[in-house]
């Protein structure tokens, strides 16, 4: 299920990664929310050639809205279907450019561990001056949000996504409270390509940089660990500025006791998964985590 709003610049490419995938989509929604540009256009050229690509369109609202108007533009494309026809749902954007075997590797992987409820591989996008791939750095403990490839038990069982801008954060956790595994993996076969860098789409990156910065707060992130994942991505570009504005959207919200997500339990669980996160590593974590999966 794709949300997708003035996608003329990637769309095409992005379909044509999946129509050359090893193993194709049994069903492909594509909500357009309320595009202005071509990409309705492209979208309908699309459909007409293949059945199994259906097309819903939406009003057009006045501009693009990250977090609940995704999640709100997934619901659209996701309450059109019978979900447990399907072994599994992904939530996809429309500005990736995915390999070949990119669905077929995470389905094998599912298949070896059946504790695994949501994956993904890692996104990169492609620096302007340098020409080089630069990876977007994200947790190995998620799947990344523009891609989230589900069980659809896990799914259904966690209650599918919040309709927040933490929405990608909050449903890797709730996943770990239930007893399921969430992960990413950085192998050459899942590697894929972000066409437009992560937190750039709406009113530039810095702006997603604060954005991102208010999710973690509503979320429920405590704030050393907050302190500690913005010093790390003051290691990103944009160098130093994207980790302090990301701070400065934490403690703005923090300050002005900004609404949190209301759900204490997990809240609890997030701060101490986090907390072992901060005295042992994410890596010791997720393996510790793994382990008592495994009694």
């Known amino acids: 299920?794709?949300?997708?709003?003035?996608?003329?610049?990637?769309?095409?490419?992005?379909?044509?990664?999946?129509?050359?995938?090893?193993?194709?989509?049994?069903?492909?929604?594509?909500?357009?929310?309320?595009?202005?540009?071509?990409?309705?256009?492209?979208?309908?050229?699309?459909?007409?050639?293949?059945?199994?690509?259906?097309?819903?369109?939406?009003?057009?609202?006045?501009?693009?809205?990250?977090?609940?108007?995704?999640?709100?533009?997934?619901?659209?494309?996701?309450?059109?279907?019978?979900?447990?026809?399907?072994?599994?749902?992904?939530?996809?954007?429309?500005?990736?450019?995915?390999?070949?075997?990119?669905?077929?590797?995470?389905?094998t992987r599912m298949a070896a561990n059946p504790r695994l409820g949501t994956c993904s591989g890692k996104p990169y996008y492609v620096d302007e001056k340098s020409g080089k791939l630069i990876s977007e750095k994200c947790g190995n403990e998620m799947s990344v949000g523009m891609t989230k490839f589900y069980r659809t038990d896990c799914f259904i069982e966690m209650g599918g996504f919040v309709r927040e801008v933490m929405w990608d954060g909050i449903d890797c956790h709730r996943c770990r409270m239930l007893g399921w595994l969430a992960c990413s993996w950085d192998s050459?076969?899942?590697?894929?390509?972000?066409?437009?860098?992560?937190?750039?789409?709406?009113?530039?990156?810095?702006?997603?940089?604060?954005?991102?910065?208010?999710?973690?707060?509503?979320?429920?992130?405590?704030l050393l660990f907050m302190m500690a994942s913005a010093a790390f991505r003051m290691s990103r570009p944009p160098l130093i500025s994207g980790g302090l504005a990301m701070l400065f959207?934490?403690?703005?919200?923090?300050?002005?006791?900004?609404?949190?997500?209301?759900?204490?339990?997990?809240?609890?669980?997030?701060?101490?998964?986090?907390?072992?996160?901060?005295?042992h590593g994410k890596q010791r974590t997720m393996e510790a985590y793994h382990n008592d999966l495994r009694k």
């Not at 044509?16 to 049994?26: F, H, N, R």
């Not at 609404?259 to 997030?270: G, I, S, T």
Request: proline letters at 4%; charged letters at 25%.
């Open 1 to 107: 299920i794709s949300p997708c709003r003035d996608e003329q610049d990637y769309c095409s490419l992005c379909i044509e990664s999946v129509l050359a995938q090893s193993i194709l989509p049994a069903l492909w929604v594509i909500v357009d929310d309320g595009s202005t540009d071509r990409t309705p256009e492209i979208l309908a050229s699309y459909a007409d050639r293949f059945e199994w690509i259906q097309i819903i369109r939406r009003d057009d609202r006045g501009d693009r809205a990250v977090g609940p108007g995704v999640i709100d533009a997934f619901y659209a494309g996701y309450d059109t279907i019978n979900s447990t026809d399907f072994d599994f749902i992904c939530k996809f954007d429309l500005d990736l450019d995915i390999p070949e075997t990119y669905f077929a590797e995470l389905m």
């Open 188 to 222: 050459p076969e899942l590697q894929f390509i972000h066409l437009r860098p992560m937190g750039s789409s709406q009113q530039g990156i810095m702006t997603g940089r604060m954005r991102h910065g208010y999710g973690q707060y509503y979320m429920g992130t405590g």
């Open 249 to 279: 959207g934490y403690l703005r919200s923090y300050y002005r006791r900004e609404e949190r997500y209301n759900d204490l339990k997990f809240r609890r669980f997030l701060r101490a998964y986090q907390w072992h996160c901060l005295l």
